[in-house]
């Protein structure tokens, strides 16, 4: 039980973390020629204002879903550290 659970919370991880990278190249791709690092930054602070700026409205879509994937990832990786701590106070082995 506890293997199956730990196991679909790394496939719920890697999802989630393919789903930012793949938003992140589609917010990279929107961007003009011009101003692709000063984006990338941007995008690393989460200050979407200044993306939508340099791309446009039809950035808000990427940038909802890049969100929406980054608290995924990081909800997931805290079920595992507390699955992690469950399986050491209670001493089963996976």
Not at 4 to 17: C, M, Q
Request: overall charge positive.
């Amino acid at each position: 039980m506890i293997a199956v659970l730990a196991s679909l919370l790394g496939i719920l991880a890697v999802g989630s973390w393919i789903t930012a990278l793949s938003s992140a190249l589609a917010l990279w791709r929107l961007v003009p020629a011009g101003h692709p690092l000063k984006s990338i930054w941007s995008l690393g602070w989460l200050q979407f204002d200044s993306i939508r700026q340099v791309a446009g409205p039809e950035a808000d879509r990427y940038s909802r879903r890049y969100v929406y994937a980054l608290v995924v990832f990081f909800v997931t990786i805290a079920a595992f550290v507390a699955l992690a701590v469950a399986i050491i106070v209670t001493g089963q082995n996976a």
